[in-house]
């Protein structure tokens, strides 16, 4: 089957013939359109609103996490901002610290414990900051100013507000933060200590998953910032967190509101001048603590501060201010921690947990605490040889060090007794081997589970027991959802493996959901550590698609989540499973930072990108069934590909090292296709793995019909090639600013009966996607680059829509949105004559051109569009004086050359528009004409852009017999006026329950060319057939009008709707003209006295001048209401 691309993107007759939600269609279907909007996420059923922070083995103990140096700014003078250690091996120490608290923290929240960071946590250089009387924090119940000496806020502010507790919350504090931009947010609060506190003050986090409830002992901590977790916050003010006074301490009396922070922010500490310029994670914590101090009232800069030389202050200040947050009243030494984050240098390799002497250096159990810690690290990670890019080195039990000098980061006298304190220096930052492992994802998460794992045993020593050995468990894996039923899905996986460094055994398992996929509800309990499915019910199909993350759970705490899948749990056959085949995290995908490699796994994979393949199906398709399975579940047999009618297959930058598709997965897929199966596969390394790299070249050419050509196109941009299913479509992919980069993107072109779908724009060129159609039912669509990446909503939409089109599935229809610059290059953009390039910066902060007036000089900026519609043509340039006032446009809109001339003289960079025009499908372009342009002595040359809505589409076929004429329009008549109620067969073509004018439009877009008026003959055959009691106007009449009266599109190039139409003549003068008024309504035809159609209509004049109104028509179309 031929998928031209006039086929493709009908829309003068699209008609539905399936009746089960996500079934394939026949060639003639329905592509609708509608707008994807979010919903209230809680709202979701099936979902659990509240959850809590784990409870472990480390709950009630508070742990003070530092990672060492960071940026200055006075080195080697003042206002210097410069790094305490060099760039060396791709790595600066100061930022490597800093990621390795991040995966630290992570565990030890996760096990139950109070973090309070020396150092952000995270990356989020976005911040909000509310303290207690911001007009963004309100108050509910009863609450009482404090009159307190330290606080956080402006001098002369409210210190702060607090609150009595209750058994039963009856009084909290909401923080409602205007978030600039939706991702992850580490939450932190700030609470004055004192001993009338309640040990369990609760925070509420409302992020966009739900509510995660988080308690504080500020009895114990206090007077600085407190780490609430991370979270995901949509833009915008529907987050908050809330300070609520319930509790059940028997013995603290009251709750503290005074300030939160969402995210990390930009540094703002000022030296001689200057500020760093950089997030404040990647500053020393000597400026977390100074915004601090220098943000509260009544703290002097002494707690934390003894010089003036910014790096001299940066090694004690987090000791200092651990120390001074710490209420030593409450509790004991055994409930807190300090541990600091370095890396090593000097020669040598392996982990070091260092102390000090005896003689006033150390903490009371500091050379306990480095051998516990020193020791857990290299025992793990020696345990793990084999696992990594290189073996970890055994250093035996020579894992402490002890220098000559007392370590001012953990010396006891700024200290003083109130905990014990470390310092892992977790590798050798000299060691080639030892820099490549730290850079590496898995690595860092290792070394954070072996502290992790060494700060309980700490504990179990120091505290007599009290804390358990009980390590909270490793990862669940092999993943999957699949759809049960149109409420419920089934997540099935495998149970994590018990030792000594991957953690505990599972005593249970909790299944976290999600309407967004990154911010997770309460999760659902399953008990029983051998549990490996579960499925849930009472889920709602109209919500959407649903995603899951599992994560295990015993005494000791919960694991870290699995990767993300989704589902669309909708009635019907299986439709979609997405594979996650993306399992790859090296070091070579790390983010990269003043030249040092970052190790933040979001950036490099986050593995939960089946959130863009579902979301991009829902937008789609909504009433697809949809699965997702890790593609071990696929290897293993738990899922079958066969079950389903087309397969997505998420393989990311998996390449060589990690195999793209190993020797069963190829056989796996090669099997699907051949048995008829479609296939959307892509990532950036199949070609270079499979064929490149010999490590299936049969499979790649033969099975994913691709010939690989070169490594990396050097680009991010595409554009649909002439004829594929994408025509019409460029767009970009990431480079690593939102999701990760994409770098090196194969360049490949078509074998075997495939065709060219992609190119790139720039760089090297070439084939960036295929496609194949086999005639029969085998179909494959091939990208170079991961369709996960593509960086925009609409355009991953755009892209899906049209995959699912070319598999045969009901789709919606998208707007078509293109923007197009000058530096897009060919073929996108072209020249003739002389252009220069002007010194200055024009759209998107992007080079533009400029060519004498009156010079024989075109810019031509090429496009292609999917389908038929009326768009709006804008232009954005630099204005100037010297730009000509008559600057000429021609647009070929497939019907011929339109020209409209504008000046550029003013609307400098703002988008201009030429107007609306009738686009055909095709190939199009937007011309400007330097030699026919005057009014000024040079014409600029920079963007265009092209609005098309998407056609008006729906189903016309009212009486369901596969054709769209004259008795679908009579049963439109017939049901004209029926609101709220109205069916398919009364005449609601848009499926919105009333019957009136638009759906007589969608009737008439949807039979073909004809005018509404012009079918009256069709109408007059279906009339006839009738029997005589049900005949309603003459045949004779009928035609008669039909060749008299017809509908012509208004064109006038101010009008933006599709639906405008004008009539050549009022229904009277047409009949007068027609025949004689006796023959106008026999009363013969008829048998009863039912009303004519006209008297019916006439009878409900407003809503006729509704349609009018609704439609924008002339009043003489009113033939075209009245039975037509």
């Known amino acids: 089957m031929q998928h031209s691309l006039a086929r493709l993107w009908r829309c003068a007759k699209s008609l539905s013939t399936s009746n089960s939600p996500g079934a394939p269609l026949s060639p003639e279907r329905s592509l609708t359109f509608e707008t994807l909007e979010r919903r209230d996420l809680l709202a979701a059923a099936g979902l659990v609103d509240v959850g809590t922070q784990p409870d472990g083995a480390l709950s009630g103990k508070i742990i003070y996490v530092n990672a060492g140096h960071g940026i200055t700014g006075d080195f080697p003078n003042a206002g210097d901002w410069s790094f305490q250690r060099p760039l060396l091996l791709n790595m600066i120490e100061d930022l490597g610290n800093q990621d390795q608290a991040t995966f630290f923290a992570d565990y030890i929240f996760r096990a139950g414990a109070t973090v309070v960071p020396m150092r952000p946590i995270g990356n989020q250089s976005n911040e909000v900051v509310l303290d207690n009387d911001d007009t963004e924090v309100t108050f509910s119940g009863a609450w009482t100013d404090s009159s307190s000496s330290i606080y956080f806020g402006d001098a002369g502010d409210v210190p702060y507000r607090f609150a009595s507790k209750s058994v039963t919350e009856t009084a909290f504090a909401r923080y409602r933060p205007n978030i600039p931009e939706s991702g992850f947010y580490p939450v932190y609060s700030w609470a004055r200590y004192g001993s009338d506190r309640v040990a369990d003050q609760l925070y509420r986090i409302r992020h966009s998953g739900g509510i995660t409830e988080v308690t504080v002992n500020h009895r114990r901590v206090g007077n600085g910032m407190v780490y609430l977790g991370s979270y995901y916050f949509e833009a915008g003010t529907d987050g908050y967190v809330d300070i609520s006074n319930r509790s059940a301490d028997p013995n603290g009396s009251v709750v503290i509101a005074d300030m939160i922070r969402f995210g990390n922010g930009m540094g703002d500490v000022v030296q001689s001048g200057t500020t760093s310029g950089r997030s404040r994670e990647d500053e020393a914590g000597l400026y977390w603590i100074e915004w601090q101090v220098s943000n509260s009232q009544g703290i002097s800069t002494s707690e934390y501060r003894t010089s003036s030389n910014d790096r001299s202050a940066t090694v004690s200040a987090t000791p200092r201010y651990a120390e001074y947050m710490n209420r030593e009243a409450d509790g004991a030494l055994s409930d807190r921690l300090f541990i600091s984050f370095h890396s090593n ?107 992790y794992q060494g700060v309980v045993r700490y504990f179990n020593n120091v505290d007599g027991g009290v804390t358990p050995i009980t390590m909270l468990p490793g990862k669940v894996t092999d993943v999957r959802a699949e759809t049960a039923g149109a409420d419920s899905v089934t997540v099935s996986w495998t149970p994590p493996v018990a030792n000594t460094y991957n953690g505990g055994t599972a005593t249970g398992y909790r299944i976290y959901g999600s309407t967004n996929g990154y911010g997770f509800d309460g999760g659902t309990f399953v008990a029983g550590g051998a549990t490996a499915s579960y499925t849930l019910t009472g889920l709602d199909p109209s919500a959407g698609a649903y995603y899951f993350k599992v994560v295990a759970v015993n005494a000791g705490g919960e694991s870290a989540g699995s990767e993300v899948v989704a589902a669309l749990p909708n009635a019907g056959p299986k439709g979609i499973l997405i594979v996650n085949g993306f399992d790859r995290l090296s070091r070579q995908q790390n983010p990269v930072q003043a030249g040092a490699e970052r190790v933040r796994p979001r950036q490099s994979n986050s593995f939960d990108y089946s959130v863009q393949v579902a979301e991009a199906i829902e937008a789609s398709s909504p009433d697809l069934v949809v699965d997702t399975a890790s593609n071990e579940a696929v290897i293993a047999g738990d899922v079958l590909l066969s079950n389903y009618q087309a397969v997505v297959w998420i393989s990311g930058e998996e390449s060589t090292v990690d195999s793209t598709f190993d020797g069963a997965e190829q056989s796996l897929v090669g099997n699907y296709l051949n048995n008829g199966g479609q296939l959307f596969v892509s990532g950036t390394e199949i070609g270079w793995d499979l064929d490149a790299q010999a490590g299936g070249t049969t499979f790649y050419n033969d099975s994913l019909r691709a010939d690989y050509v070169s490594d990396d196109a050097n680009t991010y941009n595409v554009a649909g090639a002439v004829g594929s ?84 599935f009901e789709v919606t229809l998208s707007d078509v949105e293109l923007i197009l610059d000058n530096d897009d290059g060919s073929p996108i953009y072209a020249e003739t004559g002389s252009w220069s390039t002007a010194g200055n910066t024009g759209f998107n902060g992007t080079s533009y051109r400029f060519a004498p007036a009156g010079a024989a000089a075109t810019a031509q900026w090429n496009f292609g569009l999917p389908f038929a519609g009326q768009g709006e043509v804008f232009v954005q340039f630099r204005s100037g004086s010297n730009r000509t006032s008559d600057t000429v446009y021609q647009i070929d809109t497939g ?115 004809a005018t509404v008026l012009a079918l009256a003959t069709s109408a007059a055959s279906a009339i006839t057939s009738e029997s005589t009691d049900t005949q309603r106007l003459d045949t004779q009449l009928l035609s008669a009008l039909a060749q008299r009266v017809s509908l012509i599109p208004k064109s006038t190039a101010s009008q933006r709707s599709n639906h405008n139409f004008v009539a050549r003549e009022t229904v009277q003068e047409a009949v007068q003209r027609a025949i004689p008024t006796s023959h106008v309504l026999r009363s013969t035809v008829r048998q009863s006295n039912a009303p004519s159609p006209i008297q019916e209509h006439q009878q409900s004049e407003s809503a006729k001048q509704d349609a009018f109104a609704e439609l924008g028509l002339d009043e003489r179309i009113s033939l075209r209401i009245a039975g037509f």
Do not use: C
């Open 725 to 808: 299913i994408f025509e019409g479509l460029s767009f970009s992919f990431d480079d690593g600013t939102l999701f990760y980069d994409a770098d090196f993107p194969d360049v490949i072109t078509e074998l075997g009966g495939a065709t060219r779908a992609l190119n790139y724009v720039g760089g090297a060129g070439g084939g960036a996607a295929i496609q194949y159609d086999s005639g029969a039912s085998t179909k494959l669509v091939n990208f170079a680059f991961p369709f996960e990446t593509i960086t925009s909503d609409a355009d991953r939409t755009a892209v899906f829509s049209r995959v699912l089109d070319f598999f045969d």
């Open 345 to 451: 240098a000097g020669g040598g390799r392996g982990v070091v947990a260092l102390h000090n002497t005896a003689n006033g250096g150390d903490t009371p159990n500091q050379l306990l605490l480095a051998q516990l810690l020193g020791q857990e690290v290299n025992d793990d990670l020696v345990d793990q040889n084999g696992q990594f890019e290189y073996n970890w080195s055994n250093r035996g039990s020579n894992v402490t060090f002890q220098a000559t000098f007392n370590y001012g980061e953990i010396n006891n006298s700024v200290i003083n007794n109130e905990f014990d304190a470390t310092i892992v220096e977790t590798g050798f930052h000299d060691s080639q081997l030892d820099a490549s492992l730290m850079r590496d994802a898995d690595v860092r998460d290792a070394i954070a589970r072996a502290t």
């Open 895 to 1009: 019907g011929g050359i339109e020209t409209v001339s504008i000046s550029q003289k003013t609307d400098d960079l703002v988008w201009v528009s030429l107007g609306n025009f009738d686009f055909s499908a095709g190939a199009r372009s937007i011309l400007l004409d330097a030699g026919a342009s005057s009014g000024g002595s040079v014409a600029i040359a920079d963007a265009v852009r092209i609005v098309v809505p998407a056609p008006v589409t729906g189903n016309g076929d009212f009486d369901a017999d596969g054709d769209i004429d004259g008795s679908d329009f009579l049963a439109w008549q017939r049901g004209f006026g029926t609101m709220g109620t109205a069916t398919l067969e009364q005449g609601d073509a848009n499926g919105d329950t009333n019957v009136d004018a638009d759906d007589l439009v969608i009737w008439q877009t949807q039979y073909a060319t």
